[in-house]
């Protein structure tokens, strides 16, 4: 938000795993740690109830999406995690990854052809080359030459694009009916981030604007998720 369109992103995917094997049980313990610490909702059940057998085909579907602009990989990235870490869908296979793309507004076509492709298979393996060559701690951000962990705080975000060259806008902060058109739904501390808000404010502003039947919470166990109704 503070940077605007001079901070383009270009999503490269690391692969998180190319086969689960024994329990999840020590890694959903962890991100239930995360979720706790960044206070992003997160439903785990999935990963007791019918876990996915590879994030690869995930990856691959966002670069299918990529295709089609990095708006549409953007949306797509996002409606993949919801999915997958709040929305208990398991998303390892052709037909849920389409139907992740149909949520997303991409042209579902064009979408089911390019994910089909070589191509694809070659972008991705491209970017897996580039994260394991480096060395890339997953997540992470790189701003020019300077990597910086995604846990960071958002001043090492800040600081990394300056010295990239990027500039702020010097734009107010939108109000949270504006962020939730923007990026269509957001966490509670998303919200707070995007509009600099309190917790406490951007709470009393969202259940007002949900009473208002301007936004629909939706509960994800730890959490909830907005979005203009």
Same mark, same amino acid.
């Given at each position: ?26 890694? /959903?313990?962890? @991100?239930?740690?995360?979720? !706790? ?62 139907? /992740? ?21 070659? !972008? ?41 060259? !990027? ?39 969202? @259940? ?6 301007? /936004? ?14």
């Amino acid at each position: 938000m503070e940077f605007g369109n001079d901070v383009p992103f270009t999503y490269v995917m690391g692969g998180l795993a190319r086969d689960y094997e024994g329990g999840h049980g020590a890694r /959903v313990q962890r @991100w239930l740690d995360l979720a !706790a610490a960044s206070r992003m909702p997160f439903d785990p059940r999935l990963w007791t109830e019918s876990p996915i057998r590879t994030t690869y085909p995930a990856c691959m579907a966002v670069k299918a999406a990529a295709e089609q602009g990095t708006e549409a990989a953007e949306r797509y990235l996002r409606a993949a995690r919801e999915g997958l870490m709040c929305g208990r869908r398991r998303l390892d296979a052709a037909e849920p990854l389409a139907d /992740v793309a149909r949520d997303a507004d991409l042209d579902l076509a064009r979408f089911r052809l390019d994910l089909d492709s070589n191509a694809i298979v070659e !972008a991705f393996g491209a970017d897996l080359e580039e994260t394991r060559s480096q060395g890339v701690e997953l997540p992470a951000l790189r701003f020019g030459d300077a990597l910086v962990p995604a846990a960071a705080p958002y001043e090492e975000w800040r600081a990394a694009a300056l010295a990239a060259g !990027a500039e702020p806008t010097g734009e107010p902060p939108p109000d949270p009916l504006t962020a939730l058109r923007r990026f269509g739904r957001l966490a509670t501390v998303e919200v707070e981030a995007a509009c600099g808000l309190s917790n406490q404010a951007a709470e009393t502003e969202l @259940w007002r604007l949900a009473g208002d039947g301007r /936004v629909r919470p939706e509960r994800a166990l730890t959490g909830t998720l907005w979005g203009p109704a």
